[in-house]
Each structure stands twice: as C-alpha cells, then as structure tokens.
C-alpha cells in the first residue's frame, strides 16, 4: 500500500530505479549539504544509505567537530593525530587486557597453592587432634 495518492518511479539511467513516494528535490541546489551517516548493506550488490540534509547536516558535522575537539583537548594532540592516538589507545588497551588476564590467572594459582598447602606453619592451618 503506498503511503498518500502518487507513487512515483524515479530512474537514474544506468544505476537503479525505484518506486518511492518520498520527498524529492527538482534539483540537488534545492537540498544542500548532505551528510552520510550510516551504509548498510541489504542484499546483493544493494546498499541503503542513511543520510541527513540541510540544517540538520550542519548539525551532525558541528557535532562532529566538537567530539574531535574535545578528544584533541583530553588526549593533548593535534587533530591531525587523532586517529594515530586512538589505534594507539586501542592496541595498548587490548595489550593490557591481555596481560591483566594472565595476572589474574597467577594470582589464583597461587591463592590456590597458599591454601592447598599442608603446613602447620600455614596461618590457616588448623590441628584437629
């Protein structure tokens, strides 16, 4: 069931065409900036973009801007660096992750040898005689 009164064919010669009965602009000066935020892919050779326009652009790319601004400020780096720090960050956060684990794993086995251990000298050990 089509949404309204008009279903309207639109053709891109030699690239797709859809039935929509959506908004469409007579020219693409109408629209403005567009901003792509998000492709997925929906089928074979089928990609569905996620896109904002107009003011509502402006509004992601000021959005945007401030998240690398306030990164560059809280990581002390230009934000020609960004992308650099983060895979750093990443990587060393992976690194420690790893070596935490295997600490973790040493710490039980010797918790477990401390308490397994059978000696009167032991803080735990109790005689039951």
Same mark, same amino acid.
């Given at each position: 069931?089509?949404?309204?009164?008009?279903?309207?064919?639109?053709?891109?010669?030699?690239?797709?065409?859809?039935?929509?009965?959506?908004?469409?602009?007579?020219?693409?000066?109408?629209?403005?900036?567009?901003?792509?935020?998000?492709?997925?892919?929906?089928?074979?050779?089928?990609?569905?973009?996620?896109?904002?326009?107009?003011?509502r652009a402006i509004e992601v790319?000021?959005?945007?801007? =401030? @998240? *690398? #601004?306030?990164?560059? $400020?809280?990581?002390?780096? !230009?934000q020609n660096q960004i992308d650099?720090?983060?895979?750093?960050f990443f990587h060393e956060y992976?690194?420690?992750?790893?070596?935490?684990?295997?600490?973790?794993? =040493? @710490? *039980? #086995?010797?918790?477990? $040898?401390?308490?397994?251990? !059978?000696?009167?000298?032991?803080?735990?050990?109790?005689?039951?005689?």
């Amino acid at each position: 069931m089509v949404p309204g009164n008009e279903l309207r064919v639109v053709n891109i010669a030699g690239v797709d065409t859809e039935a929509c009965c959506g908004t469409h602009a007579d020219n693409t000066a109408e629209v403005g900036w567009i901003k792509i935020i998000k492709s997925q892919r929906i089928s074979d050779g089928i990609v569905r973009l996620y896109y904002v326009a107009r003011e509502r652009a402006i509004e992601v790319l000021n959005n945007e801007t =401030q @998240i *690398l #601004t306030n990164l560059c $400020k809280t990581w002390g780096v !230009d934000q020609n660096q960004i992308d650099q720090t983060a895979n750093r960050f990443f990587h060393e956060y992976k690194r420690l992750t790893t070596v935490t684990k295997k600490q973790d794993m =040493q @710490i *039980l #086995t010797l918790q477990v $040898k401390f308490l397994l251990k !059978d000696d009167s000298q032991h803080p735990y050990f109790v005689r039951s005689d």
